[in-house]
């Protein structure tokens, strides 16, 4: 079966424009989380989508946003890019259940210039 | 904000050593994770624990869910190069999303 897969691998972006990255969940999985992972941390929660309603937020501006598609895929959106949103950005599939583990998947390494 | 904390921080050890950590919560955990990540690469699950006390094992990894219900520990048994990573400690702290602990940097002298 195939795991949790993002895309793109790495991004590259100048200040002030806009980024979509992309996740799709371990088949049969409903749930899909985003996280930002700055080096030399551990991730920090963003959004978590479960069947296509949001259902937490972390503490993240107004710029970041994200929605799920009927398929489960999800998109993570961030506007006005600045250069502290460099990170490695996660995305972690689940059944939806709340005590269900999070599998994730490899990442989304953006650079913001 | 709810923090996990890990220790040490990083550690050196030598091929076929014992290395344990730990991870310390200011709330109580219903459930502790334990993930390793590599460089540039997402977090891979390790061990999940659901209950306190309960002790679990992984191959060469070991993990316990503290009484406390507040920290919980991993031991790696005869460490070789591969160990070497980050390893965090999560939680869900009783809402759907994960809190990560700091981490343990890992490296292994062959």
């Known amino acids: 079966d195939a795991g949790v897969t993002q895309s793109p691998t790495h991004l590259i972006k100048t200040r002030g424009q806009h980024v979509t990255l992309r996740c799709s969940p371990i088949?049969?999985?409903?749930?899909v989380s985003w996280y930002q992972q700055v080096l030399g941390q551990g991730p920090q929660f963003i959004f978590q989508?479960?069947?296509?309603?949001?259902?937490g937020r972390g503490n993240f501006p107004d710029r970041f946003s994200a929605r799920q598609f009927p398929n489960y895929s999800s998109e993570l959106n961030v506007n006005a890019l600045l250069l502290g949103d460099s990170a490695l950005y996660l995305c972690?599939?689940?059944?939806?259940?709340?005590?269900?583990?999070?599998?994730f998947g490899p990442g989304t390494r953006l650079t913001v210039l | 904000g709810q923090q996990l904390n890990q220790s040490p921080q990083s550690m050196f050890i030598q091929e076929g050593e014992d290395v344990s950590m730990n991870c310390t919560s200011s709330?109580?955990?219903?459930?502790w994770l334990w993930y390793k990540q590599d460089p540039g690469e997402g977090p891979v699950l390790l061990i999940a624990?659901?209950?306190?006390?309960e002790l679990t094992s992984n191959g060469r990894l070991t993990a316990q869910f503290g009484i406390t219900r507040k920290d919980s520990f991993l031991n790696i048994s005869a460490s070789i190069p591969s160990d070497v990573g980050i390893y965090f400690c999560?939680?869900?702290?009783?809402?759907?999303?994960?809190?990560f602990g700091t981490g343990t940097r890992l490296k292994v002298l062959a």
């Open positions: 972690a599939s689940s059944t939806g259940q709340l005590t269900d583990t999070q599998y």
């Open positions: 088949s049969g999985h409903k749930s």
């Open positions: 999560a939680g869900p702290p009783g809402t759907y999303k994960y809190i």
């Open positions: 989508y479960y069947e296509k309603e949001e259902r």
């Open positions: 624990l659901y209950k306190a006390g």
């Open positions: 709330s109580i955990f219903n459930t």
